[in-house]
């Protein structure tokens, strides 16, 4: 199973804080996402949880978990998270397929992307550019200097019971560029997903997307 907040997720519209000033964080992400054709920067993500039995409660939620790397997306639905540290790992999807690479254990998987990347947050920012087709966006309030909406996702019948491992999805924004992504699970784990040195509307070759494994390495193919 992939280890993976596909999160992921990403980039950023570059303006000034006078043209966002009063747009609402709804209307900024579906510029972002209309806007951005590409993009690259760097992640941190971090697994958070509630202190539990003799834990100090004013310390507030504890980080469990925290990996740091760098992403590229190319819209619609090619994108690299890169796990840097503090182990190596690369999910990368190009157009067709998902690929997980884990270095430590020399492991490839493959599996088709179709509705495993629509019905995940990774559609909010590196899929096709209609969030609302997939999500209804709810307005949240300002808070750690960011703007923050909420992503509800909509109850789709033709879905099994919903692909989607999140109860909650919330991203804040500044000035047009989505800055923090936080995911919440039924058990109530949070992850913070924060965005920097985001450049939008770059370059890319398309051979960065493509994958192959090193020889000996072990190849999974998930259908």
């Given at each position: 199973m992939f280890k993976i907040i596909?999160?992921?997720?990403?980039?950023?519209?570059?303006?000034?804080?006078?043209?966002?000033?009063?747009?609402?964080?709804?209307?900024q992400l579906r510029q972002f996402v209309r806007?951005?054709?590409t993009a690259e920067g760097d992640f941190v993500q971090q697994q958070l949880r509630t202190p539990r039995?003799?834990?100090?409660?004013?310390?507030?939620?504890?980080?469990?978990?925290?990996?740091?790397?760098?992403?590229?997306?190319?819209?619609p639905g090619r994108f690299i998270w890169d796990t840097q540290k503090p182990y190596e790992q690369k999910l990368i999807a190009d157009g067709k397929q998902l690929?997980?690479?884990?270095?430590?254990?020399?492991?490839?998987?493959?599996?088709?992307?179709?509705?495993?990347?629509?019905?995940?947050?990774?559609?909010?920012?590196?899929?096709?550019?209609?969030?609302?087709?997939?999500?209804?966006?709810?307005?949240?309030?300002?808070?750690?200097?960011?703007k923050w909406v909420d992503l509800q996702p909509k109850k789709d019948p033709n879905t099994k019971g919903g692909d989607l491992p999140y109860t909650k999805i919330s991203i804040g924004m500044v000035d047009g560029l989505p800055k923090a992504l936080e995911l919440t699970d039924g058990l109530g784990s949070l992850v913070l997903v924060t965005l920097s040195q985001i450049q939008l509307n770059i370059n890319i070759a398309p051979s960065r997307f493509v994958f192959k494994p090193p020889q000996g390495a072990e190849v999974l193919r998930l259908n």
């Open positions: 596909s999160a992921v997720f990403l980039a950023a519209v570059c303006a000034s804080a006078n043209v966002y000033a009063d747009d609402s964080a709804a209307d806007n951005s054709k039995g003799d834990e100090p409660k004013d310390k507030g939620l504890k980080v469990v978990r925290q990996t740091q790397g760098h992403f590229v997306f190319q819209r690929i997980l690479w884990d270095k430590d254990l020399n492991q490839a998987t493959f599996r088709p992307s179709g509705q495993a990347l629509a019905t995940t947050p990774a559609a909010i920012l590196f899929g096709e550019t209609s969030l609302d087709q997939h999500f209804d966006l709810v307005e949240g309030q300002e808070r750690l200097g960011m």
